[in-house]
């Protein structure tokens, strides 16, 4: 056996304006979990990309169990036994779990000259791979009606099926419960015992602490280092990553909350299933958290405060006065804008450049004659937020999906400063995002709070409701059920209310 899964030795690839990898490499061991850690548009996604074919690296070599191996798109990849479980799943919700499974190399069976997809061996070796991987789902069950955290095993399985000895797994973690991370790592653990290899990518150090042997580290498509887990400490990886020592996790909270900017009272889904009887303050410059388990319908809320969902009753005034929102144009009209949880899904444009991205909302303010837009002041308004939000682009032409994660965030959250809003909702805004990326998103949010603003924040981590929240609201059951601030906002008191069903 080869003493390596898989190597990837001195591996380049550059871009138009930028050089994306510089001579980077990635060495896996059998049987193993090899982190692999760097800031956002460190060049990891990049690298896995080389991999697979996706890219054609410039220069550099890939052995997979000692053999070279020239592998020019995916379909190769998985033939040497390689597989990718990326965070944005793309799965077709409307097929069943087997169809999922098997798209694009369904089992066929022959009636004369004819070919038909052969469901039967195919329903029976999905609920065979299921198993493999202790989730005994019925095969003709829609993908659709299963939890993130299960299409992810069945995307786990579905690697397996393909006899994969590598598996990638692109930050895994981002949209699961504790309950669904630990159900996840049992899966990664049984099939390291059976000498599967993996490769994990995140940014939450307690989980690499809990699951990985090996990690590899990168900075600005370089290679940096890599170590076995137990001979690097947290604060090394983090130095390691940024090229510094972070001394702080959050910066200092010396925005001034003011006047009431926004009341919502008594919102009520029409649905008994979300939020009920919902009613809080928002004040100008104030990053107002929300806070509570799963399920506690606080993006729900957020949603119809602007106008995505409706409701039964209830009312919102802003600077004193009621407005009315039934649809986001009438939340924009009215100075809120919101950031929502699925960057992939319905925050970015992917087809489309930086700059249109950017301007999307705020189209009509460059309207000569209200019919030809003023390109010329678009492109202004665009390289003045790619340099006071430092994000990284060769271009404002490029397309914003080629962006990593946190600079795709400071996109969206460029298109809402240029429609200059009173209120901004950030549903989870440092989901998928690396530390030092996170630093700069919250000296945005304090920093437009000292303008004046008013910021709402859903937090799914603890540590960052309470380092940037000056106040918290807490959700439990569709309803809100505290709120703390100064001293009584501490963890366990987050959690009493978060848990007062």
């Known amino acids: 056996m080869a003493e390596y899964r898989l190597e990837m030795h001195g591996i380049s690839k550059s871009f138009p304006g930028v050089k994306a990898l510089d001579k980077v490499n990635l060495s896996v061991r059998p049987g193993t979990v090899h982190a692999l850690m760097g800031e956002n548009g460190a060049g990891k996604s990049t690298l896995m990309k080389c991999l697979f074919g996706i890219y054609k690296m410039d220069e550099g070599e890939v052995l997979v169990d000692g053999q070279k191996m020239n592998i020019s798109n995916p379909d190769e990849a998985l033939h040497h036994g390689l597989a990718m479980v990326h965070q944005e799943l793309q799965p077709v919700p409307d097929r069943t779990i087997a169809e999922n499974m098997y798209l694009g ?17 195919m329903n029976e070796e999905t609920v065979k791979w299921l198993e493999n991987v202790k989730m005994p789902f019925d095969p003709k069950r829609k993908l659709g009606e299963l939890s993130i955290s299960q299409m992810q095993s069945v995307e786990i399985a579905k690697a397996v099926s393909q006899d994969a000895r590598l598996i990638i797994l692109d930050e895994p973690t981002s949209s699961l419960t504790e309950n669904e991370v630990e159900a996840l790592f049992s899966i990664v653990r049984d099939l390291k015992s059976r000498g599967v290899s993996f490769v994990y990518i995140s940014h939450k150090m307690a989980e690499i602490r809990q699951i990985a042997d090996d990690i590899t580290i990168m900075r600005d498509g370089t290679y940096v280092g890599s170590w076995n887990m137990d001979d690097i400490s947290d604060n090394e990886i983090v130095k390691q990553m940024v090229g510094r ?23 009520t889904s029409i649905s008994d299933r979300s939020f009920q009887d919902c009613s809080f303050k928002l004040r100008r410059g104030e990053i107002l958290g929300f806070g509570g388990l799963v399920g506690a319908q606080r993006t729900e809320l957020m949603e119809a405060v602007f106008g995505i969902r ?22 924009i009209k009215n100075g809120i804008g919101m950031i929502t949880e699925d960057r992939r899904g319905t925050g970015i444009l992917g087809c489309l450049s930086i700059a249109d991205n950017v301007s999307i909302a705020s189209l009509d303010n460059y309207l000569e004659a209200g019919v030809k837009l003023n390109t010329k002041k678009i492109e202004e308004l665009v390289q003045d937020n790619v340099g006071k939000l430092s994000i990284k682009t060769p271009s404002s032409k490029e397309l914003i999906r080629n962006l990593s994660g946190g600079n795709q965030q400071k996109v969206i959250i460029s298109r809402w400063l240029a429609n200059n809003p009173d209120v901004l909702i950030m549903d989870e805004p440092t989901r998928g995002i690396d530390v030092g990326a996170k630093y700069e998103i919250y000296q ?5 709070a000292k303008q004046g603003k008013g910021i709402i924040m859903i937090s799914s981590e603890m540590p960052e409701l309470l380092g940037v929240s000056n106040r918290i609201m807490v959700m439990c059951n569709k309803r809100i059920t505290g709120e703390l601030s100064g001293e009584e906002a501490t963890q366990e008191n987050v959690m009493k209310y978060a848990t007062q069903f």
């Open 310 to 331: 409706h409701i039964k009753s209830g009312e919102i005034f802003l600077n004193g006065k009621q407005i009315s929102i039934k649809c986001p144009h009438d939340a």
């Open 245 to 267: 020592e972070l001394t702080n996790v959050y910066p200092p909270l010396d925005n001034e909350p003011g006047e009431v900017l926004m009341e919502v009272k008594g919102y």
């Open 444 to 448: 945005i949010m304090i920093e437009l």
């Open 105 to 121: 190399r369904y089992p066929l069976k022959s009636y004369g000259p004819l070919k038909v997809i052969d469901h039967k061996t």
